[in-house]
């Protein structure tokens, strides 16, 4: 019966009348779809005000702007709202990924939920922002506390120099990211994120198509999660064994010397790769329903983190923390040793901030193919008189 009537309780309520703009959501919101974009009036309960706040902003939405305040008082939901649609038409533009806006929405909701969304403001003092950090401590590393609070001042910030504010809030002395030494000592704290060649050459020997090709690029050229979803066939050489493909995230361009074990597994994947769901044969790496296997930067829910998950718990060398991005980790430490940061960097895809980097222009393919080939004779064992082909010890 307890199950029936919370059934009952969560169905969706029908329009107060027929003409009514807007619909119910599964939030438990009124809502309506502006431009593509789902916009969120106010809760079930109060048809009224949903509607009066779509009225209000109608104009200004149906335009593709961000509706201005006239009520005389911003809230908490006015700046959490302006800020989450500025920050939409970033990624739809490109600028910026949909993980960073979920990122982002979620702190926002914490906000909310924390502050109340019909909180005024001008109400708000430092003794609200260090409740706010002790909440957001809660279940998260020092990193992820960083990110929450990086989040609410941004759109404190945004609403200040938007006009929805006419004065900087003030977080007080406490409502700071944690230190860089509070940051340092808990990385240190945890444990490497990086394989052992053993570890490499068992994952390689395990792996079946295309995931081992995957393996393949993330330690030959530092490959991580994105980068492999986004790797057109465009960008390959394999007569030559180049790759030249700008990282997804950063757009800084790479140019990789392949491996001839890479080479090979490319060479032999390609007669059975699949098409995307449209039909197209550009992307190297989709999923049997058309998918690329890594959809968005550092995403923890793809197809690619599920099966190198799968792949670490068969060999038994699951830990904490480090998935498929772990190839990335690894390839830049050991070819760290090459003493050779620059051509390191230029296969990473780093930026470079350096002064010396508005002089330099390109890194020469020898040393590109020195640091490769290091990392290679790392992982086979390739240079001491022992060879271990892919897949064998």
Known sequence: MAKSTNAAAAQKPKKPYPSFPLFPHATKRWAKKIRGKLVYFGPWDDWEGALARYEEQAGALHAGRTPRVSTGVTTVADVVNAFLSAKKSRVESGEVSQRFWDELHDVAERLVD?????RAVDDLAPADFVDLRRKFAQGVGLIGLSKRIQGVRSAFKYAYESDLIDRPVKFGPDFKKPSAKSLRSEKQSKPAKVFSADEVRSLLAAATEPL???ILLGINGGFGNHDVGKLPWS???TDAGWIDFPRPKTAVPRRIPLWPETITALEAWKDNCRLTKDGSG???FVTRWGQPY???AGSYDSTLSKEFAKLTKKLGITRKG???????HTFETVAGDTADQVA???IMGHVDMSMAANYRHGVSDDRLRAVVDAVRGWVFCVGDGVTHAPGRD
Do not use: I, P, Q, W
């Not at 480090?322 to 990335?328: C, H």
């Open 114 to 118: 924390h502050l109340g969304r019909d």
């Open 212 to 214: 081992r090709t995957m």
């Open 235 to 237: 960008s390959f050489d």
């Open 282 to 284: 550009a992307l190297v």
């Open 294 to 296: 890594a959809k968005e």
């Open 322 to 328: 480090r998935g498929f991005y772990g190839l990335r």
């Open 344 to 346: 390191v960097n230029a």
